[in-house]
């Protein structure tokens, strides 16, 4: 059960990052350089 767990929150962390990512994309005009990193 703490496995599942663990893959919940890693996933909703992973969810949370590209979200951010992509706010950044569309907020930023320098967006193609954030995607480098």
Do not use: C, F, N, Y
């Not at 706010?23 to 954030?34: K, M, R, S, V």
Request: net charge negative.
């Amino acid at each position: 059960m703490s496995k599942t767990v663990r893959m919940i929150d890693a996933t909703q962390a992973v969810v949370i990052q590209a979200a951010a990512v992509v706010t950044q994309a569309l907020t930023e005009p320098g967006w193609e350089q954030a995607q480098i990193h």
